[in-house]
């Protein structure tokens, strides 16, 4: 039992000793995955981000160098309205993304402007002008173009005359173009770009209708966070409660004081992530399972091989100490024969008499199934259940045991029902259990007794055998340990017997049980389930 008891314990913490490196490992390696994940696509969103500030940044800077190069230009042309139209005429045609380009005085008044098809407008209370005429390179917006009346932004510069800013040269280019540049950024499925300015309005937005209506950019985490960030940009995750929850990169722009937002929807990313989760985890439980599977594999071939070992052994040792008593047996009939033969040789002439030949060939047929039975015993044949008459088997083991109950003046007795039902098995295997049942009974006994084997049929569906001995039984301390491998009270007893016998009867769906009391001897039965016939 603790022997038993012992050996799950052992294999418990064997499978523990596997397990938890491996769920821990698991678990931390998938973490670190996670980790891994989130900062790549943080890092990926920050790169989109940077690369479209650049390139806005560059879009923004080609524009302030052309009007660098207008204001460079005017001064020289002296309010020629025509002449100055002309100018814008030709620079137009190289940024055909703009919808205005114009030159202001000092007062705001438009000197010329291009395309001409809308009425002069003043400007003098607009922050691109002032900006200029305080000699200021300026992008801004986004404004209400009052010129076009449509959404611009605007860069302005100033140009001189005699030293000292005399007027402004500006263009305006449609918002809807720079939206365009930035709309055709996609960020997985539903991540986008968009841009607001630092103070707090949005410049593109794909919702930015819906987004108007119901949120105050400027109370905003990011909002906040894009005018708090010392290099400019940053990542932020979403504040908590935040739905849909949303990772932020920022970059701002260096041209103008915008900020290029690539908007990263978590729920998208968190479902890849889960997605990995439960490949890795389902992955980690198939390693498992799979440890598991061939530690068991390796268990029972273990088992197994240990258990056909035992057997084996115990069959050669059964027949060895079998070999003792078959010799006596054997010089009996030999005995006889050489006797009769004897007399045969001094009765040259005489006819041999029927019976003496009769006797001869009788005791060699006895000689002839002892030695038949001793070799089926030892000799290796392949496990083959067949149809078995416990009756006539016993009988054969009764044969071949039988001088050694007689040795020790014990009588062997077999009482069997008539109408005795067949059971399958296999025969050498039952052999080897009633063998070692008889042979416990007889090594028990001390001096004279018997040893009774019981066959009857219980039902129909059972057939019980009964090997009864009046030997000294077994104490009860040692009851529970019948059957436990290696206990023995013999001084040459190996202690696997009644293991093997145990084993054999379970394969052959058996039950056996022990009653035995101290004085009044032991008996074992079993009950065998009948041979059907399917
Ligand atoms: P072994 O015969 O080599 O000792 P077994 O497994 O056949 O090994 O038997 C184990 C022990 O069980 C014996 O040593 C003996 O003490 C006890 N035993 C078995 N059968 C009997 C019996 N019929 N009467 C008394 N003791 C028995
Ligand atoms: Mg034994």
Same mark, same amino acid.
């Given at each position: 039992?603790?022997?038993?008891?012992?050996?799950?314990?052992?294999?418990?913490?064997?499978?523990?000793?596997?397990?938890?490196?491996?769920?821990?490992?698991?678990?931390?390696?998938?973490?670190?995955?996670?980790?891994?994940?989130?900062?790549?696509?943080?890092n990926k969103n920050m790169q989109i981000a940077r690369?479209?500030?650049?390139?806005?940044?560059?879009?923004?800077?080609?524009?302030?160098?052309?009007?660098?190069?207008?204001?460079?230009?005017?001064?020289?042309?002296?309010?020629?309205?025509?002449?100055?139209?002309?100018?814008?005429?030709?620079?137009?045609?190289?940024?055909?993304?703009?919808?205005?380009?114009?030159?202001?005085?000092?007062?705001?008044?438009?000197?010329?402007k291009y395309p001409n098809d809308h009425a002069d407008?003043?400007?003098?209370?607009?922050?691109?002008?002032?900006?200029?005429?305080?000699?200021?390179?300026?992008?801004?917006?986004?404004?209400?173009?009052?010129?076009?009346?449509?959404?611009?932004?605007?860069?302005?510069?100033?140009?001189?005359?005699?030293?000292?800013?005399?007027?402004?040269?500006?263009?305006?280019?449609?918002?809807?173009?720079?939206?365009?540049?930035?709309?055709?950024?996609?960020?997985?499925?539903?991540?986008?770009?968009?841009?607001?300015?630092?103070?707090?309005?949005?410049?593109w937005h794909p919702k930015l209708e819906e987004l108007?209506?119901?949120?105050?950019?400027?109370?905003?985490?990011?909002?906040?966070?894009?005018?708090?960030?010392?290099?400019?940009?940053?990542?932020?995750?979403?504040?908590?409660?935040?739905?849909?929850?949303?990772?932020?990169?920022?970059?701002?722009?260096?041209?103008?004081?915008?900020?290029?937002?690539?908007?990263?929807?978590?729920?998208?990313?968190?479902?890849?992530?889960?997605?990995?989760?439960?490949?890795?985890?389902?992955?980690?439980?198939?390693?498992?399972?799979?440890?598991?599977?061939?530690?068991?594999?390796?268990?029972?071939?273990?088992?197994?091989?240990?258990?056909?070992?035992?057997?084996?052994?115990?069959?050669?040792?059964?027949?060895?100490?079998?070999?003792?008593?078959?010799?006596?047996?054997?010089?009996?009939?030999?005995?006889?024969?050489?006797?009769?033969?004897?007399?045969?040789?001094?009765?040259?002439?005489?006819?041999?008499?029927?019976?003496?030949?009769?006797?001869?060939?009788?005791?060699?047929?006895?000689?002839?199934?002892?030695?038949?039975?001793?070799?089926?015993?030892?000799?290796?044949?392949?496990?083959?259940?067949?149809?078995?008459?416990?009756?006539?088997?016993?009988? *054969?083991? @009764?044969?071949?045991? #039988?001088?050694?109950?007689? $040795? !020790?003046?014990?009588?062997?007795? %077999? /009482?069997?029902?008539? *109408?005795? @039902?067949?059971?399958? #098995?296999?025969?050498?295997? $039952? !052999?080897?259990?009633?063998?070692? %049942? /008889?042979?416990?009974?007889?090594?028990?006994?001390?001096? #004279?007794?018997?040893?009774?084997?019981?066959?009857?049929?219980?039902?129909?569906?059972?057939?019980?055998?009964?090997?009864?001995?009046? #030997?000294?039984?077994?104490?009860?301390?040692?009851?529970?340990?019948?059957?436990?491998?290696?206990?023995?009270?013999?001084?040459?007893?190996?202690?696997?017997?009644?293991?093997?016998?145990?084993?054999?009867?379970?394969?052959?769906?058996?039950?056996?049980?022990?009653?035995?009391?101290?004085?009044?001897?032991?008996?074992?039965?079993?009950?065998?389930?009948?041979?059907?016939?399917?």
């Amino acid at each position: 039992m603790n022997f038993i008891r012992e050996k799950r314990l052992a294999k418990v913490l064997l499978i523990m000793l596997i397990l938890v490196p491996v769920v821990t490992m698991g678990y931390l390696l998938l973490f670190d995955q996670l980790n891994e994940q989130r900062q790549e696509m943080i890092n990926k969103n920050m790169q989109i981000a940077r690369l479209t500030a650049n390139y806005v940044d560059d879009y923004l800077s080609s524009y302030k160098q052309t009007l660098k190069g207008v204001a460079f230009r005017v001064p020289l042309i002296d309010n020629d309205r025509n002449e100055l139209t002309k100018l814008l005429r030709d620079i137009s045609l190289a940024h055909s993304e703009a919808s205005l380009f114009y030159v202001a005085n000092a007062k705001g008044q438009l000197l010329a402007k291009y395309p001409n098809d809308h009425a002069d407008k003043n400007i003098v209370d607009r922050d691109f002008f002032t900006a200029a005429m305080q000699k200021k390179v300026f992008i801004g917006g986004p404004y209400v173009g009052r010129v076009t009346g449509i959404d611009i932004i605007s860069i302005t510069a100033p140009f001189y005359q005699d030293g000292k800013v005399s007027g402004i040269v500006g263009v305006s280019i449609p918002l809807d173009e720079l939206q365009n540049k930035l709309s055709v950024i996609q960020i997985g499925h539903s991540g986008y770009a968009t841009r607001f300015t630092k103070d707090g309005n949005f410049l593109w937005h794909p919702k930015l209708e819906e987004l108007k209506k119901t949120m105050e950019l400027d109370k905003t985490p990011l909002f906040k966070a894009a005018l708090a960030a010392k290099t400019g940009e940053g990542s932020i995750g979403p504040s908590p409660g935040e739905e849909p929850p949303e990772q932020h990169s920022f970059v701002t722009l260096t041209e103008a004081p915008w900020v290029i937002v690539i908007v990263q929807p978590l729920q998208e990313f968190n479902n890849q992530m889960n997605q990995i989760m439960w490949r890795n985890i389902f992955i980690i439980i198939l390693l498992i399972m799979f440890i598991i599977v061939i530690l068991r594999y390796f268990n029972l071939l273990k088992d197994r091989i240990a258990a056909e070992h035992i057997q084996k052994a115990e069959k050669l040792a059964l027949v060895g100490q079998l070999a003792a008593g078959v010799a006596h047996e054997i010089r009996n009939p030999l005995t006889s024969i050489k006797g009769f033969v004897q007399l045969i040789q001094s009765k040259k002439s005489e006819p041999i008499p029927e019976f003496y030949l009769e006797t001869i060939m009788q005791e060699i047929d006895r000689i002839n199934d002892i030695v038949g039975e001793m070799v089926v015993l030892a000799k290796p044949v392949p496990v083959q259940f067949a149809e078995i008459n416990l009756r006539n088997l016993i009988n *054969d083991i @009764l044969n071949l045991i #039988g001088p050694q109950a007689v $040795l !020790k003046d014990i009588q062997l007795e %077999l /009482i069997a029902s008539e *109408d005795l @039902l067949a059971i399958r #098995g296999e025969p050498n295997q $039952l !052999k080897q259990v009633f063998i070692n %049942l /008889i042979k416990n009974s007889i090594e028990s006994i001390v001096d #004279g007794g018997f040893v009774k084997i019981h066959l009857t049929n219980r039902g129909n569906s059972v057939v019980e055998v009964k090997v009864q001995d009046n #030997g000294p039984g077994v104490p009860r301390e040692n009851l529970e340990k019948l059957g436990t491998p290696f206990f023995t009270t013999k001084e040459t007893g190996t202690g696997l017997g009644l293991m093997v016998t145990y084993g054999i009867i379970r394969n052959h769906k058996g039950e056996i049980n022990v009653l035995s009391e101290v004085g009044h001897g032991t008996t074992f039965s079993i009950n065998f389930p009948v041979l059907t016939i399917e």
